[in-house]
């Protein structure tokens, strides 16, 4: 059905930025919502950032400020730029789309940060 493929990982140094892309093919309807996800070594999968059908967005305390999620609907596409990075947002990012009744999941992309 729905094909989520993502993009932007990799090392960086703290205090630097990365943008995730997450590129969706198939039958996305409008009611859905979009997201990322993480998840670190030993610890469980938290959301980071998500954005509503109608723009709405929220995230999580430990990245507000720094994060930002936005979408290209034309595209089918979310993205997240992620600013200012710490040690702490080493993690895998997972991109989420969905609504009540179902949601997809990307493979997830590999976000180093270290010096």
């Known amino acids: 059905q729905v094909h989520l493929v993502e993009s932007g990982g990799g090392l960086v140094q703290p205090g630097g930025s990365l943008r995730l892309s997450c590129a969706a093919s198939?039958?996305?309807?409008?009611?859905?919502?979009m997201g990322w996800y993480r998840q670190a070594p030993g610890r469980q999968r938290e959301s980071v950032a998500r954005?509503?059908?109608?723009?709405?967005?929220s995230y999580a305390d430990s990245v507000k400020g720094r994060f930002t999620i936005s979408k290209d609907n034309a595209k089918k596409t979310v993205y997240l730029q992620m600013n200012s990075l710490k040690a702490e947002d080493t993690a895998v990012y997972y991109c989420?789309?969905?609504?009540?009744?179902?949601?997809?999941w990307g493979q997830g992309t590999q976000v180093t940060v270290s010096s």
């Open positions: 989420n789309i969905g609504d009540y009744y179902i949601n997809y």
């Open positions: 198939g039958s996305i309807f409008s009611t859905y919502a």
């Open positions: 954005i509503t059908s109608g723009g709405g967005t």
